[in-house]
């Protein structure tokens, strides 16, 4: 079978305007409604070879770097979360096998993901949600080397569908950093009896997917069960989020995608007062902040996904950024697409079968997966006297950096084995950001909009190391130390987007299929790049220069429409 691209996937899928597709916004919205899990939708994909995506090449699956990943996931998710959520969770169930599992213990796991077993990752419970220290599942050695499993985890995707789950539980009862252990759960080796799946919640949005949960009860599990080393079950756990969360926001991206077509077909084709409605100044305005943000979040993911990579020694901090920055940015795309579409944003069944009201609903949870925003948000503010220490120092991995910010060049294969808890190296790409804006402030014709708006992120990058320089650790991290993480995240994601700049060369980035910036228009004269780097740089709403980026970004983007349109009108 030939690699399965996000292109090649997007046309095997269909058209998901025609509802007579299986794939299709018209039968997502019935499942919605029926609360159902999409079977057949996940069974077409499995057709198409999406799960051999999940499995790392060398146990017979395709995956070599995340951003390919990142892509298929994308596609599915533009069409719907629901779908993407439910599928690519066997990717998140299985990751922490692919970091510390015996070659042993993943073939016939990768063999098992292959053939279509869903797979579920087992971490949060009722009473302790994200504080994983409080695990209260426990792992009893029950004399024979197996162990016997009792307890329960809760509001976990795919529970119940699974047939393995890996489990986060605890070994030590004395507690401790070395108290929890990994295990990979084979619900077919189980007795009868000695577990049970719990009710599936009933949800806002992703309505059909399946969040339950599953209890033990005395359950004896084999000792080849233990995934790693017993007592290292945190550490796996948190070098193998780095992962995932990298490649959650592909859900994120997605959903853009389809928010901003929506709205801009929709104000494209609707006339008010003698005009259309796409060349109102402020939906003008608002449609290009949208485009820009787009830009930027893809941007940031793009350098993520690639540092797992380039740089897997400081994707601690990649990782913690891009979780908290993309979802939140994605949120107000949404909400301002939704403004657009007035009425149409609420209709369940008139406007596309709903599926604007439907994927609002859906993204308000990719924001919570693998970690919620304060969760990434504490994780950097841990890394803050390493980051500020490294940003003084100037310390950089150039050849690092330069794999990262470099579409379309080769890189590394990811291994797990790299990551490590905490970046000691800080993070290269912020850290040569004073670099970056010396080689633009002497590169032969840079535009003076664009540079001012590097000189703008420098200067506010500079304040803030300053600031996390003189911070005081602290057990419990303040309010202020919140607003500081904020404050990288935009320093990172702004970085990303003048680093993919100057790697470009003022040339298109090799990234047809899916990136607005693609398009040599969007590189005339750093069009792109500013619109993106202003929508980081301001708030919801605003942004420096009066909203100027923005417009020229709509501009030139509605061009690119009108001539694709024109030429497959001739064709």
Sequence with gaps: MSALTAARLERALGDP??????????????????????????????????????????????????????????????????????????????????????????????????????????????????????????????????????????????????????????????????????????????????????????????RGADISGIAFDGALIPADALVGEAGHGAETVLRTLQLTRTVCTALSLGAADHALRQ????????????????RFPHVRRTLGRAHATLLACEAVSLVANRSAG????????????????????????????????????????????????????????????????????????????????????????????????????????VAPGRLELVSRGGSSLVQNLPSAVAVLRTAEGTDPRLLALAERLLARCEALHGELAALRPARIASARAFDLAEEYEECFAGAAVLHLWLAGGGRPAHRPELGLWA?????????????????????????????VESDALYDAVEAIGAATAAGEETR
Excluded: M
């Excluded at 025609?18 to 019935?30: I, M, V």
């Excluded at 069944?349 to 504490?378: C, M, P, T, W």
């Excluded at 503010?381 to 910010?405: C, H, M, S, T």
């Design 17 to 206: 305007a025609d509802p007579k597709t299986l794939f299709s916004y018209a039968r997502c919205a019935e499942l919605d409604r029926a609360e159902a899990f999409p079977e057949a939708i996940c069974a077409e994909l499995d057709r198409l070879g999406l799960p051999r995506q999940y499995v790392p090449e060398e146990y017979g699956g395709a995956l070599t770097g995340l951003q390919e990943l990142a892509d298929l996931v994308r596609v599915v998710a533009r069409r719907d979360l629901t779908v993407a959520i439910g599928h690519a969770k066997s990717y998140l169930g299985a990751a922490c096998v692919w970091t510390a599992g015996t070659p042993e213990q993943a073939r016939p796991l990768a063999d098992r993901l292959v053939a279509g077993a869903p797979v579920s990752w087992g971490l949060t419970e009722r009473a302790h949600g994200s504080d994983l220290l409080a695990t209260g599942l426990a792992a009893v050695p029950d004399g024979s080397g197996g162990y016997r499993l009792t307890g329960e985890k809760w509001l976990i995707n795919n529970a119940t569908r699974g047939e393995l789950i890996c489990v986060l539980a605890r070994t030590d009862p004395a507690g401790g950093p070395r108290a929890l252990s990994l295990f990979l759960v084979d619900k077919d080796r189980l007795e009868s009896g000695v577990y049970r799946c719990l009710p599936k919640q009933r949800t806002h949005g992703i």
């Design 263 to 278: 709205a801009a077909a929709f104000t494209a084709g609707r006339e008010l007062y003698g005009s259309r409605l796409a």
């Design 310 to 413: 380039a740089l897997p020694g400081e994707q601690s901090v990649a990782a913690s950024v891009v979780k908290s920055f993309v979802p939140e940015r994605v949120d107000a795309l949404i909400a301002d697409c939704g403004e657009l579409l007035g009425g149409r944003a609420f209709l369940t069944e008139v406007h596309e079968y709903g599926s604007f009201e439907k994927l609002a609903r859906d993204h308000r949870v990719v924001g919570i997966f693998d970690g919620n925003q304060a969760v990434n948000r504490n994780a950097l503010i841990n890394q803050f006297p390493v980051l500020a220490r490294r940003y003084r120092e100037g310390r950089v991995d150039p050849a690092g950096l330069a794999a990262a910010v470099t579409p379309g060049s080769p890189l590394p294969p």
């Design 519 to 547: 398009g040599p228009e969007l590189w005339q004269d750093g069009l792109w790049a500013r619109a993106a780097l202003a929508a980081v740089l301001g708030r919801r709403g605003q942004e420096p220069g009066d909203g």
